[in-house]
């Protein structure tokens, strides 16, 4: 079963709060293979990447460095998925 | 087992199975279930998660449409947590490995998350608890709300259990498998304890916390003469309580034998025993327990069961429904009072600061004049089906009257145009409840057919009580010197102005306060339907001569302790087994 994984940083101003985590589980969603998303920093965690209960608990703040996983049979695309809501800062506006 | 103390406000013995409601603005308490409800509670769950999400992407949908996406785009976050399936799953887990209700399942989860948001250093992310607030009140309040409707359609006999049992609650009850009730607050006049005295079926109030100790399902003896609970009784409480509750129907048998002889003291002075209703199903009840007519018939019950303001024709078919099961007796219609209580409050878009001294009752009314007409409507065309009488709640001022008639006046003149028949001189009344009303009781008297005296809220006005709090309940008290003389010049204004009086509060089924009432001139008592035996039986018991020289005597205390101590001796020297 193939497996990807992503090193990112949070970096629109609110963090994961619930919008964005919405965006996220709503996306992670669409795919088949499990995602979990792992917290670095000060307060490490860990998060079911569909679950938005558990998305918002990891309060990844501006500046939060995440690992996204994904494991299954479409890992790959997933996580390209997902990193691009990061990078196109859950189109929120600057 | 477990024996719990409380107090009991309608009497008799039934041993039972017990529903417990919770109340979603409450902690959930922690309760046990058998291994066998598991599944049970696990598919209630999922229907409550099921229904909010249905209710939930309604109310988007048409916030959307109101306001644009960005509002409508606050419940996206909502819908997102009730479709988690791994939060859906916790609480699946919860009712599994600690074998607990739903309610409880769904209020540790997300318990558990709000304490888990708060600790967020993020105030961003931390506001959001009150989003978690709101999802476990969706839920909890879907989850009760199932039961409600459950218990508007038994199928065997239970008991209910319950913090306190709103006005809303008791008027969806199914009455002929609902057989008593036990709450966690409440005192002798709240709202429980009145529908369980009308419905003649054992209650016991101010318990604690009973809803944390019985468990649905579990077998509960409620013994409402004593005040006692006992949940999952053994072999010889459950003996010992059967033969309590056949003792007592044979005392209801034995009163009952009274029904058809006339409320007459011995030296030959009558006075009239009367029933409150809330349905007019009801009266049967009444009729049987000797009542010979209608002292208040309370409409906002009408208001209460159903969930939109009743018709002209809803309004009619229950007066003329109430008429032909009275067969001739008199009818007292109280004109809406609502207002003041949970049930308005939550519906008002402005909650009132001070709900009891506000926009309550006839206020409500000379502010809403057509619902108020379509009432005073509906009362008029019943008035050529008898005698039905009409009564105004919560007179203040003599200008609050007087706009109530008029606005009759304005319907007489409405239904006379359109060629309806009805009874112009239908007799118009007003209740005493307020103390200024009380105090001017004699002005009063020259502009209404009679009085009934509400003493539940004239105490409470009087004395600055609220009896459904817990905490000063003690203080509220029929027996006040001050509430007593108010009573006494009330009845005496009446009788200077030739109109009837009657007492329609708790005081008036009251045995203790019988002799009293009696011996101050009371012509009327309206009362709950089972109170009416043992007061008729006080009433044939002794003389006007007797009465009056205790209502002098009492007069002459200056505390609710002197009264009530007398008052229980007098009693019990002509009936000794009264108390």
């Known amino acids: 079963m193939p497996t990807a994984s992503r090193d990112i940083v949070v970096s629109n101003k609110l963090g994961l709060h619930a919008r964005p985590a919405m965006q996220f589980v709503d996306v992670a969603n669409q795919f088949e293979s499990k995602v979990t998303v792992h917290k670095g920093g000060e307060e490490p965690g860990e998060a079911d990447g569909k679950s938005v209960m558990q998305m918002i608990i990891l309060a990844a703040v501006e500046g939060t460095p995440l690992r996204i996983d994904a494991d299954g049979p479409d890992a790959p695309a997933a996580v390209e998925k997902l990193v691009e809501l990061f990078e196109t800062k859950f189109g929120e506006e600057e | 087992m477990e024996i719990k103390k409380g107090t009991g406000v309608s009497p008799g013995v039934v041993i039972s199975t017990a529903v417990v409601l919770d109340a979603e603005d409450l902690v959930i308490p922690k309760r046990?279930?058998?291994?066998?409800?598991?599944?049970?509670?696990?598919?209630?769950?999922?229907?409550?998660?099921?229904?909010?999400?249905?209710?939930?992407?309604?109310?988007?949908?048409?916030?959307?449409?109101?306001?644009?996406?960005?509002?409508?785009?606050?419940?996206?976050?909502?819908l997102g947590m009730l479709k988690d399936k791994s939060l859906v799953k916790q609480m699946t887990t919860e009712i599994k490995t600690q074998q607990v209700t739903a309610e409880y399942g769904v209020s540790v989860v997300m318990r558990r998350y709000a304490n888990k948001f708060l600790e967020m250093s993020d105030r961003y992310l931390s506001e959001r608890v009150k989003d978690i607030h709101d999802i476990e009140k969706s839920l909890l309040?879907?989850?009760i709300g199932q039961k409600h409707e459950d218990l508007a359609h038994l199928t065997q006999d239970v008991v209910v259990i319950a913090h306190d049992l709103l006005p809303s609650q008791t008027a969806a009850l199914d009455r002929t498998h609902v057989r008593g009730f036990a709450t966690d607050v409440g005192g002798r006049t709240s709202h429980t304890a009145i529908v369980a005295r009308a419905m003649g079926i054992p209650a016991v109030v101010g318990l604690g916390n009973i809803t944390a100790e019985v468990s649905g399902g579990d077998t509960v003896i409620i013994d409402g003469g004593r005040g006692v609970v006992i949940?999952?009784?053994?072999?010889?409480?459950?003996?010992?309580?059967?033969?309590?509750?056949?003792?007592?129907?044979?005392?209801?048998?034995?009163?009952?034998?009274?029904?058809?002889?006339?409320?007459?003291?011995?030296?030959?002075?009558?006075v009239s025993l009367q029933a409150n209703i809330e349905f007019p199903d009801d009266i049967d009840d009444a009729v049987r327990q000797g009542a010979q007519g209608v002292g208040l018939y309370r409409t906002e019950f009408l208001f209460l069961a159903s969930e939109h303001e009743p018709s002209e024709e809803d309004h009619y078919a229950a007066y003329a429904e109430a008429m032909r099961r009275l067969q001739g007796r008199p009818l007292v219609i109280r004109t809406l009072d609502l207002g003041a209580d949970k049930y308005t409050q939550s519906k008002a878009v402005n909650p009132e600061r001070n709900p009891f001294l506000g926009d309550r009752s006839i206020r409500m009314c000379l502010h809403d004049i057509p619902m108020f007409k379509r009432q005073l409507r509906a009362i008029m065309r019943a008035s050529v089906l008898g005698d039905v009488r009409i009564m105004?709640?919560?007179?203040?001022?003599?200008?609050?009257?007087r706009q109530a008639r008029m606005i009759l006046n304005d319907v007489m003149e409405e239904l006379e145009d359109e060629g309806v028949e009805f009874r112009r001189d239908i007799p118009i009344g007003m209740m005493i409840e307020v103390p200024s009303a009380a105090l001017m009781a004699n002005?009063?008297?020259k502009e209404v057919n009679f009085f009934s005296i509400g003493t539940n809220d004239l105490v409470q006005y009087t004395l600055a009580v609220d009896r459904t709090n817990e905490r000063v309940a003690g203080l509220f008290c029929p027996a006040h010197p001050s509430v007593l003389g108010l009573v006494r010049d009330v009845i005496r204004a009446g009788t200077?102005?030739?109109?009837?009086?009657?007492?329609?509060?708790?005081?008036?089924?009251?045995?203790?306060?019988?002799?009293?009432?009696?011996?101050?001139?009371?012509?009327?008592?309206?009362?709950?339907?089972?109170?009416?035996?043992?007061?008729?039986?006080?009433?044939?018991?002794?003389t006007l001569e007797h009465a009056k020289q205790v209502a002098r005597r009492v007069m002459s205390f200056d505390s609710e302790r002197q009264?009530?101590?007398?008052?229980?001796?007098?009693t019990r020297k002509i009936i000794p087994e009264a108390f």
Do not use: W
Request: charged share 25%; glycine share 8%.
């Open chain 2, 32 to 78: 046990q279930i058998d291994a066998s409800l598991i599944a049970q509670e696990i598919k209630r769950l999922q229907d409550a998660v099921a229904r909010c999400i249905v209710d939930l992407t309604q109310l988007r949908d048409s916030v959307t449409a109101k306001h644009g996406k960005e509002i409508g785009g606050i419940f996206d976050f909502h």
């Open chain 2, 141 to 143: 309040r879907a989850l």
């Open chain 2, 231 to 270: 949940v999952n009784p053994d072999a010889e409480q459950l003996v010992e309580h059967r033969e309590a509750g056949r003792r007592f129907d044979q005392l209801g048998g034995e009163l009952a034998a009274l029904r058809d002889l006339p409320a007459e003291t011995k030296d030959g002075y009558a």
């Open chain 2, 392 to 401: 105004f709640p919560m007179i203040c001022m003599l200008m609050e009257l």
């Open chain 2, 443 to 445: 002005q009063f008297a």
């Open chain 2, 496 to 542: 200077r102005n030739s109109i009837s009086v009657s007492v329609c509060g708790e005081m008036a089924g009251d045995p203790l306060y019988t002799l009293l009432l009696l011996g101050l001139g009371l012509n009327i008592f309206s009362m709950n339907g089972p109170d009416v035996p043992e007061v008729k039986k006080i009433i044939r018991s002794t």
């Open chain 2, 563 to 570: 009264v009530m101590h007398f008052l229980r001796e007098e």
